[in-house]
């Protein structure tokens, strides 16, 4: 019998840090490369970022968005052509310089984003209105030379995404399509990963380099911490004016383009995995998972042969139904091993089948989340399985509701704000907005600004919880990534 030496050995409340490395390392999502930063993404992971790209692709085909490739090296020059953009991104760009052993004419950034060299072409391929919209996105990797506190999937030097880049004729268009593709993050956390966010408007400090407006999903991790989990951008005609990208309208007048920009990155894969996941180790939720069930056979020596022929039966019947099931036969492993294993990568189910099962006609299943065991008739099993799934999904979501709804305290004043923090809860108050006060605040509490939600609370006679000037809005603030 096989000793388990591999379980999780650090507890997820009392050392973070070893608990968040032992997950990603045992559950096989991530290995160590040679380049510091740089992550190998295993089957496992990558499969999970497949379900992202299937499940935003089509809510972005169905939008009129198309798939298209651009390049990973970027002339300086043309990175060069927007200022701010330029500026915010230049502690982070990779450079090549040679090529082989001869030194390039120019320097060629190693893609931190694409707007620069995406806009190039669009200035060619964009001549009058009816060339618009124009909307395209990219799936690809990117570069960003981060030289603190690189951690797999939430901070790396590179990483995976996908950046969508539209352009419209007017501002009312590009403003309704930016805030249409937020919504489409909104839902792809709470469909796919069961995360619930808080959706609204980054503040002009955390706005993207080059924006006019930037708005984001935020989520509330269970270590008290916030992270970013994707971002729409409101270009303006700020990229526009630097790459001329016109056209001519009905009445044949030039005139500037409308942008926006907007991304996912594999982040998300971590911040799923630090939400739903326990001492244990992985708990996946069914939409992502590689494997939502596994049949785990109890063998024995005189009823092997027909508890493995029940198993395959059962597993054929759990594949027509549309489960990804797999069954754990190896004989040189004892059931509470894999039991372990199978835990330890977060699949959902688990179906145990042994001879007084079979007795029964039926088999024992355990939920991930829960460990909840039900037995439940072989027959009806496939169907009972999959709604077993979905309550799953809904109860991982509905736990993570509850805990962002109770972690949110409205405040009015600094104190009441000081103390909420200092207790690891996210704040709403009334802001002004000025970037003084914001950097106060988070020199002096570590929070910083999330957004400001969609969603208003009334402002009348409210004062800025910092300044006692005039609020401009309700503001999320809380310690983030």
């Known amino acids: 019998m096989a000793k388990d030496t591999k379980g999780i050995t650090a507890k997820k409340a009392e050392n973070f840090s070893e608990w968040y490395t032992q997950v990603i390392q045992k559950a096989e999502l991530i290995e160590y490369s040679p380049v510091s930063g740089c992550y190998i993404l295993r089957p496992n992971a990558y499969h999970i970022w497949e379900k992202v790209q299937e499940f935003f692709n089509k809510l972005i085909k169905e939008h009129g968005v198309k798939n298209a490739y651009f390049p990973l090296f970027i002339p300086e020059s043309l990175l060069n052509k927007e200022e701010d953009h330029v500026e915010g991104f230049a502690p982070e760009v990779a450079w090549v310089e040679t090529g082989g052993k001869t030194k390039l004419k120019e320097r060629l950034a190693v893609r931190p984003t694409s707007e620069t060299i995406m806009y190039d072409a669009y200035s060619k391929w964009i001549r009058s209105h009816n060339d618009l919209p124009l909307k395209l996105n990219q799936w690809c990797n990117v570069v960003r030379w981060e030289f603190k506190h690189c951690t797999p999937f939430l901070r790396s030097r590179e990483f995976l995404w996908q950046e969508g880049h539209n352009v419209f004729a007017t501002e009312k268009e590009v403003q309704e399509d930016t805030l249409t593709i937020l919504d489409f993050y909104e839902k792809m956390f709470e469909e796919l990963y069961a995360i619930p966010t808080l959706k609204g408007r980054k503040s002009e400090s955390e706005k993207f380099a080059g924006a006019y407006s930037t708005y984001s999903v935020e989520i509330l991790l269970p270590n008290n911490k916030a992270i970013q989990g994707a971002t729409s951008h409101n270009l303006g005609q700020n990229f526009a004016k630097a790459f001329d990208i016109s056209f001519t309208d009905k009445d044949e007048k030039k005139q500037l383009a409308w942008q926006n920009s907007w991304g996912i990155s594999t982040r998300s894969i971590g911040a799923m995995i630090i939400m739903h996941s326990d001492d244990k180790g992985l708990v996946l939720p069914p939409r992502v998972a590689p494997v939502q069930a596994v049949i785990i056979p109890i063998i024995f020596e005189k009823t092997k042969e027909q508890v493995l022929k029940a198993a395959k039966k059962l597993q054929t019947a759990l594949k027509k139904s549309g489960i990804e099931v797999e069954l754990d036969a190896r004989e040189q492993y004892s059931p509470g091993w894999k039991f372990n294993q199978w835990e330890m990568k977060g699949t959902p189910l688990r179906i145990e089948l042994g001879p007084r099962d079979l007795e029964k006609d039926q088999a024992v299943v355990a939920r991930r989340d829960t460990g909840e065991k039900k037995a439940i008739p072989l027959k009806s099993l496939p169907n009972e399985a999959k709604n077993l799934l979905e309550d799953l999904h809904n109860s991982l979501l509905k736990k993570a509701k509850d805990y962002l709804s109770n972690s949110i305290v409205q405040v009015t004043t600094k104190k009441e704000a000081e103390k909420a923090i200092k207790e690891n809860k996210i704040i709403l108050a009334p802001w002004s907005g000025t970037e003084e006060s914001e950097k106060e605040f988070k020199e002096k509490t570590g929070a910083q600004s999330l957004n ?24 999320y603030f809380g310690k983030s990534y």
């Open 452 to 475: 400001s939600p969609s969603k208003q609370p009334t402002l009348k006679d409210k004062k800025c919880f910092l300044t006692g000037k005039e609020a401009k809005y309700w503001f």
